[in-house]
């Protein structure tokens, strides 16, 4: 069993910066891909940023130069800087962690963060 806390989230006003933190605990003998997702009010659920294994990064286009998504190993967690937030940012943030168990990977997702972002 593996358990994923996430924190960080709150109210900034246009133009400032959060830290997400995303922890796992548990069950784990090594972790794969981690990703950040966000689903804004009547909007599906869409990928944030990802980061692999060996610490290539991707990030959707309305975001890129502005979030950081990086990993610690040592503490199974995933961290998404965001800088210069704006309105269109608000959402529930949801880090997906992929967990190798012996031959298998599974997915695990947090419970949600909310940002919110005023102008």
């Known amino acids: 069993q593996v358990q994923l806390v996430e924190s960080g989230g709150g109210l900034v006003q246009a133009g400032g910066s959060l830290r997400l933190s995303c922890t796992a605990s548990?069950?784990?003998?090594?972790?794969?891909?981690m990703d950040w997702y966000r689903q804004a009010p009547g909007k599906q659920r869409e990928l944030v940023a990802g980061?692999?294994?060996?610490?290539?990064?991707t990030y959707t286009d309305s975001v890129k130069g502005r979030f950081t998504i990086s990993r610690d190993d040592a503490k199974n967690t995933v961290y998404l800087q965001m800088n210069s937030l704006a309105p269109e940012d608000t959402a529930v943030y949801y880090c997906?962690?992929?967990?190798?168990?012996?031959?298998?990977?599974?997915?695990?997702w947090g419970q949600g963060t909310q940002v919110t972002v005023s102008s």
């Open positions: 997906n962690v992929n967990v190798r168990h012996g031959f298998t990977t599974r997915p695990y």
């Open positions: 548990g069950s784990i003998s090594s972790i794969n891909a």
């Open positions: 980061i692999t294994s060996r610490g290539t990064t």
